[in-house]
């Protein structure tokens, strides 16, 4: 029935894999992939890594705007009006979490920008005093010295959605402002820093590098290579997104629900944003070119058929907490049931594509890709 055989790792997935396998047949076709294998690079920075950078500094700026009409001298709009900005820079955010390579990882500036996971809770103890006013901000000392978490946007949610913060309060409040526009302004000029890095094409530049791969090139000496960071990056996006961004909201029992754990949770953008996360996944698979032989096009359309369903069940976790997380038992077992759902799909992506697609298309992966790391 199919080109392949299974592998031993998909068939550990049970059931649930091979139905995904089956509808997945039933699917359009993928995108078409670039016309000539060479073209590979300059196609995925034009279709996605360029246009999700542009778009990411393009809401930072909107929301830097919001908060100088509400936060500045000449104040002209209401703080309620700052959610929707802010929701709009988390989507465009989803799509440049799986680009954890070149300049994204340079300066630490991931973890500027999304300072995840917090186990102990760092953002929101040390930008609580700064929130208050009990800390002034020094304008005079710039914010980028401070910790990594006092500058991305959870350090922003925290500015707008936490204790104090002015979409709780929904009032004008000079300090939670003041620190609010400092973090925004930062995230807004990293933003444009990652624009620049990724559309230079000055000659030995990042935005050059990936795109002409070649012998003489330091970081691609091929579009293999060019091909493995993506591979990686898609890899590593599914297992962050599975085990540090879903699994810790699990319960630990079945009638149990820990939605406080999600990324963005106090500003109930936790699954908004996730399922954008799956949908730039989708988009990255696509717009890399990867080179699959015929014979592994069902593996391509099983795996972005399961990070479809993913979707539709993050969906699901959206309207069940729209209004407010699971408070009796009966919800708790549903939202427990619905991550563990998710987070098999996501499970059975990252299997088809590390044990099926990845070999089909002459990538070896090593155990950090993998790993996600």
Request: proline share 6%; with cysteine; net charge neutral.
């Amino acid at each position: 029935m199919f080109n392949k055989p299974f592998s031993f790792l998909a068939i550990r997935q049970g059931t649930r894999w091979l139905g995904a396998v089956l509808a997945a047949l039933l699917i359009q076709p993928l995108l078409a992939a670039p016309a000539c294998a060479d073209q590979a690079a300059g196609h995925f920075a034009a279709h996605y890594a360029r246009p999700a950078l542009q778009h990411f500094h393009e809401q930072a700026q909107i929301l830097t705007a919001s908060l100088t009409a509400v936060c500045g001298p000449d104040a002209a709009e209401a703080v309620t009006t700052l959610g929707q900005p802010f929701k709009n820079v988390l989507i465009a955010w989803s799509a440049l979490v799986p680009l954890r390579f070149g300049p994204l990882v340079e300066q630490n500036r991931f973890e500027k920008l999304y300072f995840w996971p917090d186990p102990r809770g760092l953002t929101q103890r040390q930008s609580g005093p700064f929130i208050t006013g009990n800390t002034p901000l020094d304008t005079a000392s710039p914010l980028s010295g401070y910790s990594v978490a006092l500058q991305g946007l959870p350090a922003l949610e925290q500015a707008l959605y936490g204790t104090n913060g002015l979409l709780v309060t929904e009032t004008y409040k000079t300090s939670a402002c003041r620190y609010a526009q400092a973090v925004s302004a930062l995230i807004t000029a990293r933003a444009k820093e990652l624009q620049h890095a990724w559309t230079n094409d000055q000659e030995n530049t990042f935005g050059y590098l990936f795109t002409h791969p070649g012998r003489e090139n330091p970081l691609f000496r091929s579009q293999q290579e060019v091909h493995n960071e993506l591979m990686k990056a898609l890899t590593g996006g599914l297992q962050f997104l599975n085990t540090m961004e879903l699994r810790p909201m699990q319960g630990s029992t079945h009638d149990s629900a820990l939605p406080r754990r999600g990324p963005f949770n106090r500003s109930n953008n936790t699954f908004t944003f996730l399922k954008a996360r799956t949908h730039a996944l989708q988009n990255l698979y696509q717009q890399a070119g990867f080179n699959v032989p015929e014979s592994a096009h069902w593996a391509e359309a099983a795996f972005l058929s399961e990070l479809k369903r993913a979707g539709h069940t993050l969906d699901e976790l959206e309207t069940l907490t729209r209004n407010q997380a699971p408070v009796t038992p009966e919800q708790a077992v549903q939202f427990n049931r619905l991550i563990t759902l998710v987070s098999h799909q996501l499970g059975n992506a990252h299997a088809i594509l590390a044990g099926d697609i990845a070999p089909a298309a002459g990538i070896t992966l090593g155990f950090n890709a993998l790993d996600g790391d």
